[in-house]
């Protein structure tokens, strides 16, 4: 299973649209593909979106419009699970409770976890994004430096680098869930981000997406967010996908 659960994910400034997060999930599931739905959690006047499947209590992908979207990846564990806060759990609380992005970063970093996660944060200020590195009892934040930022399934911190030889066993050339191919998937997206025009379309930026080994054949879902304007676009895994 370590091998074969991969995201990709990647934000970047748009003139125009503002803060955009864009996320494969690929699963090998092949059920979630078609089974994906987005899903409105209402409290009084409180709204959250998230995409979905349905019986999913967790969240793996949601956002607050206005204020922040956030996703998970997952990491290579680095130690067996334990009864604390479930990552998507944990991102379903913070969308119910959170009303900030400074608020939701600082809840996902420092609540303890029942394993390790990587948590991608876009708010709506050019730059404010972040992506968290967590272990059960520890994280890493690292923030939005530059034009682009992105995460796949390896540790970039340094402190948890010796955490990614879990994914170099039976490590192939062709293997999109190895570290390497980790890596390959990472730099592809990033590439691709720092290719698309400062002003376009969200259906533009969308496409670096379908960008191979981004997509692959384990992608159930591509998605966007806007969390300025409040606007999110899904695709769910069919013929053509």
Known sequence: WGKLLGC??????????????LRNLDWPLISMGPATRMFRFRRGAREFVSVGVPGQVGVL???LPHAYSATINWAPPVAFPCF????????RDTLET???YDEAVRTLTE???STSVFFAVCGTKQGQACVIERTQREAVVRPMSGTVLVQANHHVAEQFGKNNEDILEGETEDDLFSLQGSKRRADTLSQALLEIPFSCTLDTISDV???VPVL????C????FCPGSGEIKVWRKNPGF
Do not use: K, Y
Request: net charge neutral; glycine share 12%.
């Open 8 to 21: 990709t994910t990647g934000i970047r400034w748009v003139e125009g649209l503002g803060m955009v997060h």
């Open 61 to 63: 992908s949601g956002m």
């Open 84 to 91: 604390d806060f479930g990552p998507a759990f944990l991102l």
């Open 98 to 100: 959170c009303e900030s």
């Open 111 to 113: 609540t303890r976890l």
């Open 209 to 211: 997406l379908r960008n």
């Open 216 to 219: 692959n054949p384990e992608t």
């Open 221 to 224: 879902q591509r998605m966007a």
